[in-house]
């Protein structure tokens, strides 16, 4: 199968930098899949888990705010934070959904309130992601 | 010429201003390590996050309607310099020259007849400035309490320009840190972020057109402030480094010169102290000549 370049950067370090075969990115609009000739795209990035496959193997990041872009030369994922699940605590979600619980109830009507409230979503449906991996080991 | 008390207790000045120094080269040489593992791996971001606004800005064609972060706002008349600098001295001339190299900049734009205005980050910097610059002082963040700096630090420094910024308080802001390259050598930079400049890179790109997820206009007002908080992170942590290398030769030579000093006046010590005895003995000599 062919392979793109996928680098994933977070301020703190360059988490992940290799020829990949695909990756999942948890897209503000929805999960999007990218493979080598992908068409050129920039997408926000919600609060999930993003999904590296290469070699028959998989890698699963949780990823936090942030952008991927797509253009000739590869994928370029930049997230305010990136983690492995597998190094990943999980009181850490936790209390990023109460902060964004904390958000909405301060949260002004419209859109900054709609804005919150998704956040909130957002995190608690990846803790149920986490959730299931965590007991299905 | 000084007596002996006098010349030994210079000797024990010196040599404890140089357990001192040693002491300090060594804490810098210690933090140096970690704050530049810091500041190198913090570079990948900050330049893909480049790369990646460089490539959306040269896929858009500027209108009115696009976000004033990026395109400017149609003016230069009132320039905000970043100055972010160290909040401790002893660390050679690593805050003079970015401050020199900040009066340079402020005194060629006033020139122009532009309006300058000062925000710094660090207490030395505006300690320096102060004098000269006082009422163009803005503000001054302090970082002292700052242990490790993290990206949420930043990111408070970029809201508060960004803030600035959508108030029409200035049209054009650089900022200002020391590169850090090794420990010998630290490159004061000045870099301009709003509007960003992109360096021409020709070869990725390529005019691509892009799909935007979601609208062009909510990602870009999202991504442009984050581009700053960036790039602010970024001078900060080469900022450390950078003082902490600066310290570290510093230090060194101070304890060099310390050894150099002590040598010089242990043969003075030495000399005067052999210059008494012949003098006693002269004078004894002579005294049983007398006789």
Do not use: W
């Not at chain 1, 872009?69 to 590869?74: L, P, Q």
């Amino acid at each position: 199968m062919a392979t793109f370049p996928f680098e994933l950067a977070s301020p703190a370090r360059l988490v992940f930098s290799g020829e990949v075969e695909q990756v999942d990115v948890p897209g503000a609009e929805g999960d999007f899949g990218v493979h080598a000739g992908h068409a050129p795209l920039i997408s926000a990035l919600r609060p999930g888990i993003l999904t590296i496959r290469e070699g028959g193997g998989a890698k699963r990041l949780y990823v936090r705010d942030g952008f991927a872009e797509v253009n000739a030369s590869g994928l370029t994922v930049l997230a305010e934070f990136a983690t492995p699940v597998e190094e990943l605590d999980s009181g850490e979600i936790q209390k990023e959904i109460e902060a964004a619980e904390v958000r909405l109830t301060e949260a002004k009507e419209g859109h900054a309130k709609d804005k919150a409230a998704e956040r909130v979503d957002q995190l608690k449906q990846v803790r149920t992601q986490l959730g299931a991996t965590q007991a299905a080991h | 010429m000084p007596s002996l008390k006098e010349l030994r207790n210079r000797i024990a000045s010196v040599k404890a201003t140089q357990k001192i120094t040693k002491a300090m080269q060594m804490v810098a040489a210690a933090k140096l390590r970690r704050a530049q593992t810091a500041a190198e791996a913090a570079r990948p971001y900050a330049e893909r996050m480049e790369k990646v606004l460089g490539n959306i800005a040269m896929s858009i064609t500027p209108s009115p309607e696009s976000p004033k972060l990026l395109t400017g706002s149609g003016k230069s008349d009132v320039h905000l310099l970043l100055v972010c600098t160290a909040e401790r001295g002893l660390c050679g001339a690593f805050n003079s020259s970015i401050v020199r190299l900040v009066k340079e900049r402020a005194n060629s734009l006033a020139a122009e007849g532009k309006t300058v205005k000062i925000l710094c980050v660090g207490r030395k910097g505006q300690d320096q400035l102060r004098r000269q610059y006082e009422r163009q002082i803005i503000e001054t963040v302090e970082l002292r309490n700052v242990r490790t700096l993290s990206y949420a630090d930043a990111d408070k420094i970029g809201d508060k320009i960004v803030a600035l910024f959508e108030k029409g308080e200035f049209d054009v802001c650089t900022l200002f840190y020391s590169k850090f390259r090794s420990v010998i050598l630290q490159i004061p930079t000045a870099q301009q972020i709003i509007p960003p400049v992109f360096p021409d890179n020709k070869e990725i790109g390529n005019g691509a057109v892009y799909e935007y997820e979601p609208e062009e206009e909510e990602i870009l007002a999202e991504l442009l402030p984050r581009n700053i908080a960036t790039q602010i992170f970024r001078a900060l942590l080469e900022n450390a480094a950078s003082e902490q290398g600066a310290r570290m030769s510093a230090m060194d030579n101070a304890t060099r010169n310390a050894g150099d000093m002590i040598r010089k006046q242990t043969i003075t010590y030495n000399r005067t102290r052999q210059a008494m005895i012949t003098k006693e003995l002269i004078e004894i000599i002579s005294g049983a000549e007398a006789l």
